[in-house]
């Protein structure tokens, strides 16, 4: 069964210095990576995600993350956290025709 | 705004009572879905229909009736809630079901259920 960990449940950044937020997954074939972003107080918004290509994803707000096959991970990283990037995010992980599988979601504090 | 809309954005309801929950894409996608979201746990999905036909089930609770118009409309009614079903309701779209296309999921704002 496909799975997705986000092994930190909060991670804490000063502003302006680089975040990471770790993804491991779990499948048995090429999986399809997703990253979302929830706000407080609204639902999901879509980041990013890695299907095929390119190691490396850029996505919205100056995210990106990098598709390690090796060590199973899916790392969303930004060179400079701004506050306004405290929230909660969630990795995902699909393969073949089985719904979106989540993480339990990392929530980010920038602190200024 | 993502194109998903869904209405009420809060509801407080009591145990006997019967509500539902509206969602609405206007995105032009095939298939739509329903994710309920607790504290401290993972996004359960619940349901996923692809046009209007029910595709996935997972396991929910008989008290929660899903009900799918047409491919741009999706409801969630609500009956005989237990207080631990409070949580945050998620209605969600994409081009299509078949994962196979790799499509992105958009997701609604939410709707807020407290069951009293």
């Known amino acids: 069964a496909q799975s997705v960990a986000q092994p930190e449940d909060q991670v804490n950044v000063a502003e302006g210095n680089p975040l990471t937020v770790k993804c491991t997954y779990s499948v048995s074939g090429n999986p399809y990576l997703f990253w979302y972003v929830q706000y407080p107080n609204r639902g999901l918004q879509f980041l990013l995600k890695?299907?095929?290509?390119?190691?490396l994803v850029k996505g919205s707000y100056g995210f990106e993350a990098e598709f390690n096959k090796s060590q199973t991970s899916f790392h969303l990283k930004k060179p400079s956290a701004l506050v306004s990037d405290s929230a909660l995010y969630f990795c995902?992980?699909?393969?073949?025709?089985?719904?979106?599988?989540f993480g339990k979601g990392t929530r980010l504090s920038v602190i200024a | 705004e993502t194109g998903v809309t869904q209405t009420p954005r809060h509801l407080v309801m009591g145990m006997t009572n019967k509500k539902s929950l509206k969602c609405e894409q206007h995105?032009?996608?095939?298939?739509m879905y329903w994710y309920k979201q607790s504290a401290k746990k993972p996004l359960e999905l619940m349901f996923v229909y692809s046009l209007e036909e029910r595709v996935e089930n997972n396991s929910v609770p008989s008290r929660f009736s899903p009900e799918c118009p047409n491919s741009s409309h999706l409801f969630l009614h609500l009956h005989t809630l237990q207080p631990e079903d409070s949580a945050l309701y998620l209605c969600a779209s994409s081009q299509d079901h078949d994962t196979f296309t790799r499509n992105t999921i958009y997701f609604g704002e939410g709707s807020w259920l407290t069951v009293v």
């Open positions: 890695y299907i095929t290509g390119d190691n």
């Open positions: 995902a992980v699909l393969q073949g025709n089985t719904p979106l599988v």
């Open positions: 995105l032009g996608h095939n298939a």
